[in-house]
């Protein structure tokens, strides 16, 4: 069974450390190919973040700066890291982040 997206107000919840240092970004991501995708995050000490992503499926996250997106297709022959974004790349603006977190739940 498929969880259910969590609210936009719920980002911190999904993170095995806090967040230190720089203010974080809140970044957004979607898998934009037919197969499910793993988004992986951890270059960063003491946090690590990994979600399957089905095809179509948006997330949205916090992230230091200096952290990198790796994003895992699956093969053949296993799991290949596709592509490594840094955070940096998938940040959205102020603007769109206040109209998200003030739309009705």
């Known amino acids: 069974m498929i969880a259910p997206v969590k609210p936009v107000s719920s980002f911190r919840s999904q993170f095995s450390a806090p967040l230190t240092g720089s203010e974080p970004l809140c970044c957004y991501y979607v898998n934009r190919t037919e197969q499910p995708q793993i988004l992986r995050i951890s270059n960063i000490p003491g946090y690590f973040l990994e979600r399957v992503l089905l095809p179509g499926q948006p997330l ?35 603007e769109v982040v206040s109209s998200l977190l003030s739309c009705p739940a």
């Open 60 to 94: 949205m996250f916090e992230a230091s700066r200096e952290a990198l997106v790796e994003i895992h297709s699956s093969e053949m022959a296993g799991a290949i890291v596709s592509d490594t974004i840094p955070c940096q790349q998938l940040q959205l603006s102020y």
